[in-house]
């Protein structure tokens, strides 16, 4: 008997985006992975996190929540000077997204 015709279909359910968070995952990319990306008046981040750097689909969203999770909280604790985020609460959250793993 052919083992493959006997053995269950692994069914995966694909990575959907969420708000804050855009799935890539075209064929023919060279990148698959998400993205980041919040703005706040006038001010927008993005960062992208591969599949390849961080094991998998849902190892890179993992590491795309912690991230956003944390800049949410740097965003949400600043205040705006001049209706703008400071240039000390942009420093932080740049620095946050680069060093983000």
């Known amino acids: 008997m052919n083992k493959a015709a006997t053995s269950p279909k692994k ?3 694909p990575l959907k985006s969420k708000k804050n968070l855009t799935r890539f995952s075209y064929e023919t990319a ?16 993005t960062r992208y996190f591969p599949d390849k750097k961080f094991g998998g689909g849902k190892q890179s969203l993992a590491a795309a929540e912690k991230a956003l999770t944390e800049l949410r909280s740097i ?19 740049n ?3 680069l060093e983000a793993v």
């Open 11 to 13: 069914t995966t359910t």
């Open 30 to 45: 060279a990148f698959e992975g998400w993205r980041l990306c919040v703005s706040k008046t006038g001010t927008t981040f």
């Open 75 to 93: 965003i949400d604790g600043s205040k705006l000077v001049e209706n703008k985020l400071s240039s000390a609460t942009i420093k932080k959250a």
């Open 95 to 97: 620095k946050l997204l």
